[in-house]
C-alpha cells in the first residue's frame, strides 16, 4: 500500500469513528439543551462536541491497535469489550477532570484548588454526565468493533440490508 493509500484509509477511518461520536456527543448536547432550556438556562456546545468527537475518535483509532495481552486474546470476545471499554472510559474521566480543573484554574486560583472544588461543587455531575454517555458510546463501538474483525469490513452493513429470515409464530426456537 503506497503512502498515499495508507493517509486515504487513515482519514476515512477517522472521518466514519468521527461521525460515529460526533453523533453521541450531538445527542449529549441536545439532551442538555432540552433539559436546560426548561429551566430557561443557555446552553450551546455543539462545536465543542464535534472538536471532542474528533480528539475522540483519532485516540480510540490508536488504542485499537495496542494489544492487551495473551491473557485477553485468549478469552472471549466480550471480555476484550468490557475491559477496552473500562480502560477507555477510565480515560474520558480522566481527561473530563482535568479539563473542567483547567478551566476553573483561575478562578479557585490554581490547578489543584479547581480540580479539588469540581469534587465540592455541581461540576461533578457534569462530568459524569459525560462520561456516561460517552461509556456507552465506547462500549457500542467496542462490540461494533469486534463484529468488524470477526466477520470482516462491511459484514454487519450487508448484514443489516439484509431481509429477516421467516421466524415460526411465536418467535420460538
Given at each position: 500500500?503506497?503512502?498515499?493509500?495508507?493517509?486515504?484509509?487513515?482519514?476515512?477511518?477517522?472521518?466514519?469513528?468521527?461521525?460515529?461520536?460526533?453523533?453521541?456527543?450531538?445527542?449529549?448536547?441536545?439532551?442538555?439543551?432540552?433539559?436546560?432550556?426548561?429551566?430557561?438556562?443557555?446552553?450551546?456546545?455543539?462545536?465543542?462536541?464535534?472538536?471532542g468527537a474528533l480528539v475522540l475518535s483519532k485516540v480510540v483509532l490508536l488504542l485499537e491497535n495496542v494489544s492487551l495481552g495473551a491473557w485477553v486474546r485468549n478469552r472471549p470476545a466480550w471480555v476484550e469489550v468490557i475491559l477496552?471499554?473500562?480502560?477507555?472510559?477510565?480515560?474520558?474521566?480522566?481527561?473530563?477532570?482535568?479539563?473542567?480543573?483547567?478551566?476553573?484554574?483561575?478562578?479557585?486560583?490554581?490547578?489543584?484548588?479547581?480540580?479539588?472544588?469540581?469534587?465540592?461543587?455541581?461540576?461533578?455531575?457534569?462530568?459524569?454526565?459525560?462520561?456516561?454517555?460517552?461509556?456507552?458510546?465506547?462500549?457500542?463501538?467496542?462490540?461494533?468493533?469486534?463484529?468488524?474483525?470477526?466477520?470482516?469490513?462491511?459484514?454487519?452493513?450487508?448484514?443489516?440490508?439484509?431481509?429477516?429470515?421467516?421466524?415460526?409464530?411465536?418467535?420460538?426456537?
Open positions: 500500500m503506497s503512502m498515499r493509500e495508507m493517509l486515504a484509509h487513515e482519514l476515512r477511518a477517522l472521518l466514519l469513528v468521527g461521525l460515529y461520536f460526533t453523533l453521541w456527543l450531538g445527542a449529549l448536547v441536545v439532551l442538555k439543551k432540552l433539559i436546560l432550556d426548561e429551566y430557561q438556562i443557555g446552553f450551546a456546545g455543539m462545536s465543542a462536541a464535534v472538536m477496552r471499554t473500562v480502560l477507555y472510559s477510565f480515560g474520558v474521566v480522566v481527561v473530563l477532570l482535568l479539563e473542567k480543573a483547567f478551566e476553573g484554574r483561575h478562578e479557585y486560583g490554581g490547578f489543584a484548588e479547581s480540580l479539588r472544588s469540581i469534587f465540592l461543587h455541581a461540576d461533578v455531575h457534569h462530568v459524569w454526565v459525560n462520561a456516561i454517555c460517552l461509556g456507552g458510546a465506547l462500549l457500542s463501538y467496542n462490540v461494533l468493533w469486534v463484529i468488524r474483525r470477526n466477520l470482516g469490513a462491511g459484514a454487519l452493513l450487508r448484514l443489516l440490508q439484509t431481509p429477516l429470515p421467516d421466524q415460526p409464530a411465536g418467535g420460538g426456537e
